[in-house]
């Protein structure tokens, strides 16, 4: 429901049929916070609804289109080379892996089941349009293990942090870390704004289309190095192997690093270079929805999955484990201490010219 000041979410709507369309439009517009736009399921009439309708925020589309299987999806490819801030939000017939990762790939932020109650399709409207992923613990665990192998990704690791600022490497850093938006613009000294902006000039300058995307290539050893050079004294493997072990994972889980321990848990749960420990798994999860608010859905998503198959004795004790494996984390206190130095100010008034100027480029644009 929309409260007072609200504003609205306009949704394009587009389905395999005209009768699907219909059905998926009423089920939005029973939110009051949604604005429904549907347009006739054919590509001629998307793209020209796109066009038509400058105040579009996200589109849900079938992933058929014209008859034509996964035309839906390459049309969510095109309508997001013409207005990049369009989220995306693709309705699967099919749990097939590939499917899911060209989803992922066209850049949809959202992968809605037809097994899914229609009644649940406004919230994952609202979750897509506030920069969250709705998507489920499988099809995140495609893209973690596709992200982590892809050889494009890591070509880009080789050599692709050169490419940032100064400015941008201490965004691609707070990120890492856990920070939220406002938690990076308050380290920093700048407007949450201006933090979103650099985030849209960082996936435009590394190649990558999301957060998790970015923040999956600071797990390449090269880019830890470079990031958190504290941490790679420590993991005395970090350059003897092409990618990280899983003993480089558990260190760095347990020097705070958010995304390692988000990808300590898959490697937990799916038997990957170690054996399958669901309570494990189920414990790192916890402590990464602790240190990283921004993936917090598609961790809510692995945890239920994971409840599922633990049995109540074990759900407790990972929860003991994962509260200390928290309290014996390094204090995430650079925020605070920034947020509490007396110096900030004359800090902030004495940033080089070169810092000043990137700021100032990254104040206009879009918001990621």
Known sequence: MQTQGQAPIHVL????????????????????????????PSATSILASVKQHKDIDVVVLGSHVDEIPLHGIALLREIRAMRAEIKGVILLDTSKKEVILEAFRA??????????????LGKC?????AGQIWANSEQMGYAVEALASSPNIRAVNANGLNLLSKRELEVVRSLAEGLT??????????????IKNYLFRIFDKLGV????????????????????????????????VEAPSFAWYQKAASEGMALAQMALAQMLSRREGTRRDLASSYMWYLVSEYSCK??????????????AQLT?????EARRKAEQAIQHMPKASHVDQHQNNPHREH???????????DDVAASPGSVV
Request: glycine content about 4%; cysteine-free; aromatic content about 4%.
């Open 13 to 40: 709507v587009a389905d395999t049929t005209r009768m699907y369309t219909e059905l998926l439009a009423d089920a939005l517009g029973r939110d009051r916070q949604i604005q429904v736009i549907s347009a006739a």
């Open 125 to 129: 409207v609202q979750q897509v349009h």
């Open 107 to 120: 850049g949809a932020k959202g992968l809605f089941g037809r097994h899914e109650p229609l009644e649940t």
């Open 312 to 316: 109540p004795e074990e759900i407790l």
């Open 347 to 357: 800090s902030e008034k004495t940033r080089s010219q070169k810092d000043r100027k």
């Open 209 to 240: 289309s999301s957060r998790m995307e970015l923040l999956f290539l600071t797990l390449n050893q090269n880019n830890a190095a470079s990031l958190f050079p504290e941490l790679a004294t420590k993991v005395k493997n970090i350059a003897s």
């Open 181 to 194: 938006n406002r938690e990076i613009a308050d380290h920093l000294g700048l407007s949450q704004h201006t």
């Open 294 to 307: 921004e993936l917090g859905p598609e961790i809510v998503a692995a945890l239920r999955s994971l409840e």
